[in-house]
């Protein structure tokens, strides 16, 4: 065991694996985006999740431009995101590449007919108000419509892992 703390390490952002790691330092919570697609309710995993403004009501997050749902997610007119509550951790293989997103998931419909599932800490359902140029990501912003809430853990990301918030 080395004496003495461990010195930090600098290096370029041109090395995408380190950049990715040192994103990783930086703990988030995990959400799933969901809207209507165009053959049924549609779902994102994102850790990318972020309030913009209160007047007006804004938020953002970004999906992959490489992700085969990013179309359907960048043009949606409407979006609703669910901040996972740390039970839910199953839902992350489920919407995942190849998951089986809502298939026997049951959900309830809202007003501007986004899959609403029940459970998770917070719901923003949102209409689209900007799409922004994030590089190999867009930047999504929505209106807030309306905020469903309900006590417990949230669910975590950070350094590659999924977790519990330990306060």
């Known amino acids: 065991m080395p004496d003495g703390p461990l010195s930090p390490e600098t290096f370029a952002p041109t090395d995408p694996r380190a950049l990715r790691e040192a994103f ?10 969901t809207t209507a697609g165009p053959e049924g309710p549609v779902g994102f995993v994102a850790n990318s999740f972020s309030s913009v403004s209160l007047d007006p009501p804004l938020v953002l997050w970004s999906p992959a431009r490489a992700s085969s749902r990013f179309q359907i997610f960048a043009g949606a007119a409407h979006f609703a995101i669910h901040v996972l509550e740390s039970g839910q951790r ?12 809502f298939s026997g998931l049951d959900h309830s419909v809202t007003t501007e007919g986004l899959p609403a599932l029940d459970g998770a800490l917070a719901r923003f359902d949102c209409a ?40």
């Open 24 to 33: 990783g330092r930086f703990a988030t919570g995990v959400c799933l985006v």
């Open 90 to 101: 199953e839902w992350l293989a489920r919407f995942a590449r190849g998951g089986s997103g």
């Open 128 to 167: 689209a108000h900007a799409v922004h140029d994030g590089g190999d990501h867009a930047i999504v912003i929505g209106r807030v419509l309306r905020v469903t809430v309900q006590p417990g853990q949230p669910l975590v990301f950070a350094q590659g892992r999924y977790g519990g918030f330990a306060g």
